[in-house]
Each structure stands twice: as structure tokens, then as C-alpha cells.
């Protein structure tokens, strides 16, 4: 079973959950997700960081990532998780490219 995290924009968060879910019972895949902040609590840098280094762990275990940029949105951190990804032979599939099918069974 391959690991894929997905990234994107908190402001895709529903969408987030929507894919995680198709790729999880459609595909057998196993997906890391961000944290997402329901509860709408206020973030400090410190814990801005440790949610960003969180995430780069995630990418690390993960064989790929999957970048949810819906209307080609892709924000900085985001753009951040893709280098970080890239940097450590991660491939990257994006939402728009309508590409999951041909990354889940050609990787």
C-alpha cells in the first residue's frame, strides 16, 4: 500500500477530506492529511512552524504527494510542500490535472 499526503490550501479543507476519502476507498491508498483547524483557533508563529515541519515529516514517509489546487490555486506554503517534495524524490500529482488515476496505477 503506497502513502500519498495530500496538500493544499486550508481554504480546499472540505475538498481535502473528499479526496482523502476517494483516495483511500477507491484506491487503497494511505493518505496523510494536514491538521485542519476546525475549531477556528488562533495560530501563533511557533505553532505555525511546528504545523509546517509536522507536514514535511508527512511528505517524508509519504511516496508522493498530491497537491489539491483547485482553479490552479496554489498558495505559498503550499509551493513550499512541492520543493520540499521534489527535493527528496517525491512525485508530484496535482488535482487539476485530473491525473490520480494514471499516479495511483503507474507509480
Not at 504527494?65 to 505559498?76: E, K, L, P, T
Not at 509551493?79 to 527535493?87: T, W
Amino acid at each position: 500500500m503506497e502513502t500519498v499526503t495530500i496538500c493544499g490550501s486550508m481554504r480546499f479543507s472540505q475538498e481535502m477530506k473528499e479526496i482523502a476519502f476517494m483516495l483511500e476507498s477507491r484506491y487503497g491508498l494511505n493518505v496523510l492529511q494536514c491538521t485542519y483547524n476546525e475549531q477556528g483557533a488562533e495560530i501563533t508563529p511557533d505553532m505555525l512552524e511546528n504545523l509546517e515541519q509536522a507536514h514535511f515529516v508527512k511528505i517524508s514517509l509519504s511516496d508522493w504527494i498530491y497537491v489539491v489546487d483547485i482553479g490552479h490555486y496554489i498558495g505559498d506554503a503550499v509551493r513550499k510542500e512541492i520543493a520540499y517534495a521534489e527535493e527528496h524524490g517525491k512525485k508530484v500529482v496535482f488535482h487539476s490535472n485530473r491525473l490520480y488515476d494514471t499516479a495511483v496505477h503507474h507509480t
